[in-house]
């Protein structure tokens, strides 16, 4: 599965961005898809996700902030971030887990959100 991330950017504090993750194969047919991001100097940690069967989890630290969506016409998930801060700051990666015996976790290359204060 290939993933690629856009609409990453610089964006002060309050603000909005929506990142897109376009994937090689339907969205349907992965066991789950979703965003995961690494700040300088700390481990990546999962910010939203979505099961095949359409349940959503998302990080405490983004709830009520963040919506991940997905279409699967185009094979893509969104993430629609709003009221930005400057923790928010990190690399957003896209990723892929199939289902099956060989099971897979696949990643984007990434995309940099900077929120400024």
């Known amino acids: 599965v290939q993933l690629v991330e856009s609409g990453g950017g610089l964006v002060q504090a309050g603000g909005s961005l929506r990142l897109s993750c376009a994937a090689s194969?339907?969205?349907?047919?992965?066991?789950?898809i979703g965003w995961y991001r690494q700040a300088p100097g700390k481990q990546r940690e999962l910010v939203a996700g979505?099961?095949?069967?359409?349940?959503?989890n998302y990080a405490d630290s983004v709830k009520g902030r963040f919506s991940i969506s997905g279409d699967n016409a185009k094979n893509a998930v969104y993430l629609q971030m709003n009221s930005l801060k400057p923790e928010d700051t990190a690399v957003y990666y896209c990723n892929a887990v199939t289902g099956g015996l060989l099971s897979r976790d696949y990643w984007g290359q990434g995309t940099q959100v900077t929120v400024s204060s």
């Open positions: 979505v099961s095949s069967g359409g349940s959503t």
């Open positions: 194969r339907s969205i349907f047919s992965l066991k789950s």
